[in-house]
């Protein structure tokens, strides 16, 4: 078996979504990414595929709110 492990640490994900341990946390506590806690120590792991998952659920968010929310310059807001 290559490439990416099956399971990644919190750590791991902070660094592919280029954001601090701490909101991974956050993202997992909140039900909004899917982990394991395994271990006596309760150590989280998130699944590749759930993560992967989570990024393509966070491109459809943004599109949705990019539509509902169209970007105007400056110049073309009314005063």
Do not use: C
Not at 36 to 63: H, N, P
């Amino acid at each position: 078996m290559s490439g990416t492990p099956r399971f990644l640490t919190l750590a791991d994900v902070a660094e592919v979504l280029n954001t601090s341990s701490a909101q991974v946390y956050a993202l997992v506590r909140r039900g909004d990414l899917p982990a394991i806690k395994i271990g006596g120590r309760g150590q989280w792991r998130v699944e590749s595929a759930q993560l992967e998952e989570f990024i393509q659920r966070m491109y459809a968010e943004t599109r949705t709110f990019v539509d509902e929310h169209p970007y105007v310059e400056a110049d073309q807001r009314p005063e």
